[in-house]
């Protein structure tokens, strides 16, 4: 696995998670980096993207609310997640894309590398 995310779970209404995602491969240090989430009813759509040079991204429903970071010394991303809500319930992916560095592509094709997806439950 290229990627591999951890972290997912159930939460209740306005509770937090910490969603991780470790990559095998130094070279993705140089990469931009993405969250997405995918629900049955909905496409994957775009949660929040990092530039190499950690220029964060967000979709308007994660501003405030979602932080995404990186931590290139330990291969990995991250997502913290407060104030959750029903509709933030999805499979979470990370993603890298092999092309950008410094820019964040929010188009889920643009991305060359997926994790396997880590499920976010969220209970009212």
């Known amino acids: 696995e290229d990627l591999v995310e951890s972290g997912g779970g159930e939460v209740q209404a306005g509770g937090a998670l910490r969603l991780s995602c470790v990559f095998s491969?130094?070279?993705?240090?140089?990469?931009?980096l993405a969250w997405f989430r995918q629900t049955p009813e909905k496409e994957r759509e775009f949660v929040a993207g990092?530039?190499?040079?950690?220029?964060?991204y967000y979709s308007d429903f994660a501003k405030r609310r979602f932080t995404i970071s990186r931590d290139n010394s330990k291969n990995s991303l991250y997502l913290q997640m407060t104030g959750l809500k029903p509709e933030d319930a999805a499979v979470y992916f990370c993603a890298a894309d092999a092309h950008r560095y410094y820019t964040v592509s929010f188009e889920a094709d643009q991305y060359d590398f997926w994790g396997q997806g880590t499920r976010v439950n969220v209970s009212s």
């Open positions: 491969d130094a070279s993705f240090t140089n990469y931009a």
């Open positions: 990092i530039t190499k040079t950690e220029m964060p």
